[in-house]
């Protein structure tokens, strides 16, 4: 048996979920997620005394 690369892996698998992302909730997503890491390091310099 023989063993894809990894970059090779990665490009098939995301090929193969590409027609099912809703690119729209993604961004969405990822504006959030951003926004609550940024919250997140406001908190951490806030206890450190920053």
């Keep these: ?5 990894p970059a090779e892996l ?4 995301l ?3 590409d027609p099912y992302i809703d690119r729209d909730v993604l ?4 504006a ?3 926004q609550q890491r940024r919250a997140l390091g406001g ?3 806030v ?4």
């Excluded at 961004?27 to 990822?30: E, F, G, L, W």
């Design 1 to 5: 048996m023989e063993a894809l690369e």
């Design 10 to 13: 990665q490009r098939l698998v």
């Design 15 to 17: 090929a193969a979920f």
């Design 27 to 30: 961004a969405r997503q990822t």
């Design 32 to 34: 959030r997620e951003e």
């Design 43 to 45: 908190l951490r310099r």
């Design 47 to 50: 206890e450190r005394g920053g």
